[in-house]
């Protein structure tokens, strides 16, 4: 029997206490904005660094011992580019040989003028390796940015958390700006932040535009019209705290300045880009600083004598500066800033960021709503998921006028296996693609399983995710709610496709889609309606048209958004045996599909139709009056 004394029994009540705290403290220490700063942070992620435990999370190799291994400007270069600074340009052309022939004086002041950017990229370059030399990145960062690897995706390394527990380590008192993905809107937007925060007191980034306007004019007329509107409608949020913006193409950056006008908070769900446009606001900021600091009044007389020439003739100009702009870009991205990775959970603290006029905003990791995110993530080609993720561009592939293809009763669509949508016999549909993936169209249901759960090499690049008899087995079945006209079926951070019955409806059967466990999905009316001007289904006296008369006289117009009818609604679960049939090779018979017919009916009627609404049959007849009565939001 062993005894302990006294003292000895307060020593290991301390050390658990100890022991206890650090944990808290870490724990903490990881997202808490005020105590991240009592201890190195991955500049990229912002979580507390450590040396001790490769395993796990935060584990870094200290910068004095990451310079024997990697490749660093040497002394040499840097002396050798402070000389070359020194000279004049003429002298610099003359060092690497620039014989040019004698050109006219346009001809001339363009080729000296195209040169001043990119020597002023190359100059920041280098003072950029010198402000960055000493940041410090976890492993999991550096594997990721600099080498595309990718650790086993899970809530260990790339932890993804739910809104509540962000909004708890939010000071109360702090000013919030939700960033909301246009992708894949409205599922970007999760309601339910307006528990922790009145409209009025929120801001709303509407980021990614440009997947959905050609310019940012078109975006600013009509992208944020129907934001606001939606906003303001749905929820209360007054339109001047809604701003539209893209982060990829710096659109309204400058303007974005403004209306940050206080310490914020950014949050958002996951791969909404509030990484991205932190990035956007430093690079930015930074290429204005470059300006002012290494290009004299001389050389910005001749940029602006250059952007007159280029705007009032025909004269042909290719600069150099466009493509070394891009590129220095690029590699700011990659040094500058919280890192950004298509990977969900790759944020993992609060990171601040100072901006000019002492302004602050912090970082914030993203949440999710879906607590499986991971295990679908784990079935994605991890070299695909970038492309996935950077979206289709729907002004191109998603209005009425856009190519199509015919989806005919009884096939199953998927677009790279993201989804596996079913037809009913008798029903044809056009598809519009907005998912940058290709799309693959099958006899019937059992043929797209069979094909996806063995893929052959000829389609292996057309799936972006890599099934097995598990994740096919896992699938879920939905009902889309009955609707007319046209929709959108849209995926969680990809995108969406565009549905439209076409030819005489001989079935009220619903479509059913099948999707991997963590994917989120809804319907939405088709949101090319909202932001370019498409087809009204009228003539000019108001008169409703037939189909076939709908391209050649109908008017067309932007519509409004007033909340009249739902915008999207929810898929309806629906469990069913199809799947198991297939998965055993069981035939699936005539009398099983009737009544899978009639449990559709069945669902819908339980959860999808008001109670002051008609049941839903194959007698019920929808039109523009009842086409929402089984859609719920």
């Known amino acids: 029997m062993i005894r302990y004394t006294g003292s000895r029994i307060s020593n290991i009540l301390v050390n658990l206490a100890f022991k206890r705290f650090n944990s808290t403290f870490d724990s903490l220490a990881s997202s808490s904005p005020l105590l991240s700063n009592l201890y190195p942070t991955c500049t990229s992620c912002g979580i507390r660094l450590q040396t001790v435990d490769k395993s796990k999370p935060g584990y870094y190799i200290p910068v004095e011992d990451r310079k024997s291994k990697e490749k660093v400007l040497k002394d040499v270069d840097l002396t050798f580019q402070s000389h070359i600074e020194k000279l004049s340009q003429e002298d610099q052309n003359l060092l690497i040989n620039d014989t040019t022939s004698k050109k006219s ?138 701003f539209i913006t893209s982060a990829k193409t710096d659109w309204n950056i400058n303007s974005l300045l403004n209306f940050i006008d206080d310490t914020y908070y950014l949050i958002g769900k996951t791969n909404s880009g509030k990484s991205s446009l932190m990035k956007s606001f430093l690079y930015s900021f930074e290429v204005d600083r470059m300006k002012n600091r290494l290009l004299n009044s001389k050389e910005k007389i001749q ?31 990659k040094i500058i800033g919280p890192g950004a990775s298509y990977v969900p959970g790759y944020t993992r603290g609060f990171i601040r960021v100072d901006l000019p006029n002492n302004k602050v905003i912090y970082d914030v990791p993203g949440f999710m709503t879906s607590e499986d995110i991971h295990s679908f993530y784990s079935l994605l080609d991890t070299h695909k998921i970038k492309d996935l993720s950077k979206g289709a ?28 949508l079913n037809t009913p016999k008798e029903s044809i549909y056009q598809i519009r693609n907005c998912i940058n993936s290709d799309l693959q169209v099958f006899r019937d249901f059992s043929k797209a399983i069979q094909v996806s759960k063995k893929l052959d090499p000829s389609l292996a690049n057309k799936f972006v995710i890599k099934n097995d008899d598990k994740s096919i087995s896992e699938l879920e079945s939905f009902i889309i709610p009955p609707f007319y006209g046209a929709i959108d079926l ?118 999808g139709r008001l109670s002051d609404k008609a049941a839903y049959d194959d007698q019920t007849v929808l039109n523009e009056e009842n086409c929402y009565d089984y859609w719920i939001e």
């Open 490 to 607: 849209v995926i969680s951070n990809f995108g969406h496709i565009s549905i439209i019955p076409t030819g005489a409806k001989k079935t009220n059967q619903p479509l059913i889609v099948y999707l991997p466990k963590g994917v989120e999905a809804v319907v939405r009316q088709p949101i090319s309606q909202y932001i370019a001007k498409t087809l009204t289904g009228r003539d000019k006296k108001g008169n409703i048209l037939r189909k076939e008369n709908l391209v050649l006289k109908s008017t067309k117009a932007v519509k409004r958004y007033n909340k009249k009818n739902p915008f999207a609604s929810r898929l309806i679960p629906f469990p069913t045996n199809e799947l198991k049939l297939i998965l055993n090779n069981e035939e699936i018979s005539e009398n099983f599909l009737q009544n899978q017919k009639s449990a559709t009916y069945d669902k819908i009627n339980h959860l």
């Open 303 to 333: 940029l602006e004598k250059q952007e007159d020439i280029k705007m009032n003739t025909s004269l042909p100009f290719v600069s150099n500066s466009r493509g070394d702009g891009k590129r220095f870009k690029e590699y700011f991205n």
């Open 105 to 242: 004086n346009k001809s001339s002041l363009l080729y000296h003028s195209k040169n001043i950017l990119s020597d002023a990229f190359q100059k920041e370059k280098i003072e950029l390796k010198k402000r960055t030399k000493d940041n410090s990145e976890c492993v999991r960062c550096r594997d990721a940015t600099y080498r595309s690897n990718f650790k086993e995706i899970g809530q260990t390394e790339f932890p993804v958390r739910k809104l509540e527990d962000i909004m708890k380590e939010i000071p109360p008192h702090e000013k919030i700006m939700y960033i909301v993905s246009a992708q894949d809107f409205p599922l970007s937007l999760n309601p339910a932040i307006f528990q922790y925060r009145l409209p009025n007191d929120i801001k709303f980034i509407i980021n990614k535009s440009d997947l959905l306007f050609k310019t940012n004019n078109l975006s600013l007329k009509y992208g944020k019209s129907f934001f606001q509107d939606y906003l303001r409608h749905k929820y209360g949020v007054p339109p001047e705290n809604v």
């Open 393 to 420: 561009l729907v002004y191109e592939r998603g209005m009425y006028n856009s190519r199509y293809e015919t989806l005919k009763g009884g096939q199953t669509l998927t677009v790279g296996g993201l989804f596996y």
